[in-house]
């Protein structure tokens, strides 16, 4: 009888039982050693960290100014060119200066001498008003008051000292400024040569879509400035005629500091009608505080619906979230310059995402979309050219 075969059975894969590798020295080395030189490159960026501010900050400027600079170079050299634009840029600020300086320092000066008969005034109607006078007793406000304008007073011994810390801190911040604008002046003048000579070591597909990328990026900055400046611009010129008609003095100052005022996103043309208001409080209290805040706060309406969407509809398409939340970041990182570059650099960052994203989607050939008018350069701006 024959017995039950048992059924046949075939050997399955042999399983390969991988020891866990122990990490030799080379690989430590190796890990330490980059630990290593990334602290130090931290460390180099932290104390260079004014110069590549400079640096930065010197590129934008030269965004910013490549337009014009192309323009006017169609018509003469471009070195003319670029002089003359330089010329300007550094006219411009010592104009703002000349204007501005003179009306403030009579007004702090007069606000000083003036400050203990506003006192003496105040004093006066706290003791015709019973609560006031309560007020007073309690708290010992016109006191207190009075020896702040016995302070200020006795502070103007010490303006020598002051404007020559004020002196010292110029100097160093025109020698900031000259250094960054000769940076800038070198990146208008080579800085397409440069983009070139970069672009040539990389392949064709990746250099048409780097190049490609770097004009949108370049054409949004140069037109976010040539738009935001526009604005100003228009913000400043409408305030003067309306502070001419009411009678303020230094009206011309006062709006020179609105328009720079209202380059700040958000917050910039509030607080330049904001200063203003309290200027008329002693000028023209009530009847000119009151025009001027209702045409403020109607002027900023009519500014962000009509004359903003109509300047910056070209050059950034950021949501307005997005437009908040740099402006936070970029004035709690760099202060009040940090707000006004948020914008366009958030705005170029935008860019170079939607570039990579549609590069890595389908290639150079990707970015070219007939329907997107974004494809050509803007006309306000584009790289500098060299």
């Known amino acids: 009888m024959e017995s039950a075969s048992s059924p046949e059975t075939t050997p399955g894969p042999q399983q390969i039982v991988v020891a866990p590798r122990e990490p030799t020295v080379r690989g430590i080395l190796r890990i330490v050693l980059t630990v290593v030189l990334s602290a130090v490159a931290i460390y180099l960026v932290y104390l260079l960290r004014t110069p590549l501010g400079w640096l930065f900050l010197a590129t934008f400027l030269a965004v910013s100014v490549a337009a014009p600079v192309n323009r006017l170079s169609k018509r003469m050299p471009r070195g003319g060119a670029i002089a003359v634009v330089y010329l300007l840029l550094i006219l411009v600020p010592l104009g703002i200066a000349a204007i501005m300086i003179p009306p403030a320092v009579q007004a702090t000066s007069d606000l000083v001498s003036e400050f203990p008969s506003y006192v003496q005034d105040l004093n006066q109607t706290v003791q015709e008003n019973e609560t006031l006078k309560g007020l007073n007793e309690d708290y010992d406000l016109v006191g207190k008051l009075e020896d702040a304008a016995q302070d200020a007073a006795g502070s103007l011994d010490n303006v020598a000292g002051t404007l020559a810390d004020v002196g010292a801190g110029l100097v160093g911040s025109l020698f900031a400024l000259f250094t960054i604008v000769v940076m800038s002046m070198f990146m208008v003048a080579r800085g397409r040569q440069w983009l070139e000579a970069g672009l040539a070591r990389r392949s064709a597909t990746e250099a048409e879509a780097l190049g490609r990328a770097l004009d949108r990026m370049a054409s949004a900055v140069s037109s976010y400035v040539g738009g935001a400046l526009l604005q100003a611009t228009i ?27 209202d380059l700040i996103p958000l917050v910039g043309a509030t607080l330049g009608a904001f200063l203003v208001a309290l200027v008329t409080l002693f000028t023209g209290f009530p009847t000119v505080t009151i025009i001027w805040v209702i045409f403020s706060i109607a002027y900023q309406q009519f500014e962000n619906y009509v004359i903003q969407p109509r300047i910056q509809s070209r ?22 310059i940090g707000a006004l570059l948020a914008i366009p650099v958030a705005a170029a960052l935008q860019i170079a995402v939607r570039e990579f994203m549609l590069y890595r989607r389908g290639g150079a050939e990707a970015l070219v979309d007939p329907d997107d008018t974004s494809s050509e350069p803007l006309p306000a701006g584009g790289l500098p050219n060299g």
């Open 315 to 336: 050059a950034v398409e950021l949501d307005p979230f997005v437009i908040v939340v740099a402006a936070i970041f970029g004035g709690t990182l760099v202060g009040v």
């Open 235 to 261: 913000a400043g010129v409408v305030s003067f005629i309306v502070l001419q008609i009411l009678g303020v003095p230094s009206p011309l100052a006062l709006a020179v500091l609105i328009a720079l005022l």
